[in-house]
């Protein structure tokens, strides 16, 4: 860890724990399930009470799933039809709900599913990975939320929300050691001002080893997968009384790793198996592997509450520079499938975010409440697409994309209780959105100008919802739903092999019925519905292929449908267990659209011993046909389990066995079928063993992540070799917490 990002972190934790009083947590009743209170309409409710399938993740469950110091990624699976996959590693995640998301994997990628944090959209993917620590909630809302949330959301919305500042003195400080050299420390503190003033600190460092060798002679880069990723949060409450209140946020992230390890040939030919005498920890490429990232960003939310009505004012600044460059074909020159080497990174200059929300809701009794808001949004940037020299590893070849991006949203709903068995919502939106997109060169490269250096969009949608919630009896609401959403059009540079591309916007409709109740005396809470939605002018990425170009283009039509189940069940006072599955069946419907599959299919390129995928489509004029195939990363099945035993000792200690499972059935990385980009089913499994002391105040727990060692090929490059990523092998270590 270097000294610049240990510092900060000493800082902000030395600053603030000693000022702390040490507080027992309060006690838990152990009788029943506690209520679970969202905020999924922009209202705190009881989870039961929404008309929407939604999900959230809190607590020990929340600490439990990122003991292991994984990313982001580990809330994949982890609710019913959440899928979360990167080619970036932990830089820049890809959503996926009900099967519905985007594969793009260039800077300028927009994505179906938004990302909000603290009540900031992140617009831009390289901003939705910052880190999760010292957060109260993770709440994920399937289908369209364009009515209440601004920025893209036709997929659905997953919400980050960190704990608040207050005037009480608490916090915590965690410090876990694990194999890979892993070590985290994480610490929050509140801190008490004078007067109407509170502050909260929090800060993370995660660090593991270099734990890949690679074994190319003369490698410039002879280890990988390694990363030091440092953030802080500092928060700062003014409340002077309960009219006012003024919540300001400030954040950094460094980050300096390793992307994404492309691993050539690592899927054996005519299967989806581990190549013969694959190893994890070994690899054999030419090129440099590096990645750093820094984001800084702020926001201020303002509230007043008036006679009848609460005002607020939103605003929030997002400001990132990252640079990811890799050996992209994986391997070296001359092994199959690798006529010459590539060595390629993308770099972002001038990125800017702002964005600005002013929301009024009612505050009075009554049968009918009511939200209404304005929403504008404004970023730029400039993306440097890099080519090295793969003998010296100097850039020599750069392409720029100048993009700027505005819009503008108006929106409102209506709620009304009928009686007070049904309720009824309605919302609306109008949306704006206007992009500009210009490309420049400089360099020794090919450039491709066929379809012009500068593109501009200019897209205006209304969009809306309705749904009705019936109370069929005190434990038991039955609900329905319709939602109208809509994504904004894309485009994308040109490259050395192909020109600019363009996708129209899309929209979405989807409808919605399901159950949500409490039982046997709350220690029994059970929730499931059914969806069904059709996707119209549905973006797609083509990557890769016979061409190595990736392309933006819109199929005519996408088709989504299924069924999500949870349960949450205190089997006694000391043994909690929770279930969540999904099925998901998508389909994309256009008879005429095909994609080049990778490498050519007759011939190898430049004479070397190419390595093609076992094409399942029709194939027409060197295209496959992908009608009817499901979407990019969809798996039909998804499944997790948690179960919690505690033992309370004779003393008042306790020690814990907590165990977390999640299963993805198989998915397809590109749009056409192949027998080796099929990506094979997925169990990863955890195990925790705790001891608590000191009225809970105190842990020390031992951990396993990935506990079986389930390694499976998780992505693929699609050219001219058989390249894949994995996921990350068995981690484990011990954790120390101590609540203060």
């Known amino acids: 860890m270097n000294a610049p990002r240990l510092s900060l972190l000493a800082l902000a934790l030395s600053t603030a724990l000693p000022a702390l009083a040490q507080e027992a947590p309060a006690a838990k009743d152990r009788s029943q399930l506690e209520t679970v209170v969202i905020t999924a309409e922009r209202r705190a409710e009881n989870i039961k009470d929404v008309p929407n399938a939604v999900a959230k993740i809190s607590g020990e469950k929340l600490d439990v799933l990122a003991s292991g110091g994984q990313d982001l990624r580990f809330l994949s699976g982890r609710v019913p039809s959440l899928n979360i996959e990167s080619s970036f590693g932990r830089a820049f995640p890809r959503f996926y709900l009900r099967g519905y998301g985007n594969t793009d994997f260039r800077l300028n990628a927009s994505q179906p599913v938004s990302v909000i944090v603290d009540d900031v959209v992140q617009e831009n993917p390289i901003l939705k990975g910052f880190p999760i620590f010292d957060t109260a909630a993770v709440e994920v809302v399937a289908g369209p939320q364009g009515t209440l949330f601004g920025r893209n959301t036709p997929a659905g ?17 965690s410090v876990t050691l694990g194999n890979y050299g892993t070590v985290n420390v994480e610490g929050a503190a509140n801190l008490p001002l004078s007067g109407d003033w509170s502050a909260r600190i929090s800060a993370q460092s995660q660090r593991r080893s270099d734990w890949v060798d690679n074994t190319a002679a003369g490698a410039v880069t002879p280890k990988t997968e390694g990363h030091r990723d440092t953030a802080v949060r500092a928060q700062v409450l003014y409340e002077p009384h309960k009219q006012f209140s003024a919540l300001a946020n400030v954040h950094v992230r460094d980050l300096e790793g390793s992307p994404r390890l492309f691993r050539a040939n690592a899927i054996k030919r005519g299967t989806n198996d581990l190549a013969d005498g694959f190893q994890d920890d070994k690899v054999a490429f030419g090129g440099v592997n590096e990645q750093t990232l820094k984001q800084t960003g702020g926001s201020l939310r ?6 009848g009505v609460n005002l607020y004012s939103i605003t929030g600044g997002e ?3 990252p640079l990811s460059r890799g050996d992209i074909d994986g391997g070296v020159a001359g092994a199959p499938g690798i006529p010459f080497q ?12 702002w964005t600005q929300e002013v929301r009024l809701e009612s505050n009075t009794d009554g049968p009918m409440s009511w939200q209404a808001g304005v929403y504008a949004f404004d970023e730029k940037y400039t993306i440097d697409n ?11 070849d750069h392409i720029y994309t100048h993009q700027t991006n505005k819009a503008w949203a108006a929106f409102g709903s209506v709620n009304y209780a009928v009686s007070p068995s049904l309720k009824l919502r309605a919302g609306l939106r109008y949306t704006s959105d206007k992009k500009d997109l210009s490309t420049t060169h400089s360099g020794s490269g090919a450039f491709n100008t066929s379809t012009g250096t500068t593109a501009a969009t200019d897209d205006g949608k209304w969009s809306g919802d309705l749904s009705a919630t019936f109370k069929l009896d005190e434990s038991t609401n039955l609900y329905a739903r319709f939602a109208n959403g809509f994504r904004a059009s894309s485009m994308q540079n040109a490259s050395a092999f192909a020109g600019q591309s363009q996708a129209g916007a899309e929209s979405v409709n989807s409808y919605e019925v399901g159950f949500k109740s409490e039982l046997l005396k709350r220690t029994l809470r059970l929730s499931g519905s059914l969806f069904t939605y059709t996707v119209k002018d549905l973006q797609l990425t083509a990557v890769g292929g016979s061409s190595n170009a990736t392309r933006l283009l819109n199929a005519k039509k996408a088709t989504g449908n299924g069924a999500e189940l949870t349960l949450e069940a205190l089997i006694t006072p000391d043994v909690m267990v929770t279930f969540g599955g999904s099925l998901n ?3 994309i419907k256009d008879a005429a659209l095909g994609v080049p599959p990778g490498g050519s299919l007759n011939t190898a390129p430049f004479g070397q011993p190419a390595v093609f995928p076992t094409v399942r489509d029709p194939i027409v004029n060197g295209s496959a046909l992908v009608d009817g195939n499901p979407l990019p990363n969809a798996p039909k099945w998804t499944y997790n389990l948690t179960a919690r035993w505690s033992i309370p000792l004779a003393s008042g200690d306790e020690v814990y066995v907590y165990t977390d499972w999640a299963y993805r059935s198989k998915v397809n ?3 056409y079928e192949s027998t080796e980009f099929t990506g094979k089913s997925l169990t990863e499994g955890g195990v925790r063993v705790g001891y608590l002391w000191g009225n809970g105040k105190y842990e020390v727990a031992g951990f396993a992540r990935n506990v079986t060692n389930q390694v499976r090929v998780t992505g693929a490059i699609d050219f001219n070799n ?3 990523f994995i996921n990350d092998p068995r981690t484990y270590g011990v954790q120390f917490k101590a609540m203060f």
């Open 669 to 671: 990385f590109f749009l």
């Open 386 to 396: 890099i080519t090295y020299n793969v003998t010296t590893h100097v850039a020599n």
């Open 585 to 587: 069946n998508t389909k």
């Open 302 to 307: 303002l509230k007043w509450s008036l006679p």
């Open 722 to 724: 058989l390249t894949g």
């Open 319 to 321: 400001h990132v520079k």
């Open 157 to 173: 919305v997953v919400k980050f929300d960190s704990v608040k500042p207050s005037q009480r003195q608490d916090g915590y400080a």
């Open 342 to 353: 590539s060595e390629t990174g993308s770099s972002m200059a001038g990125h800017a975010q």
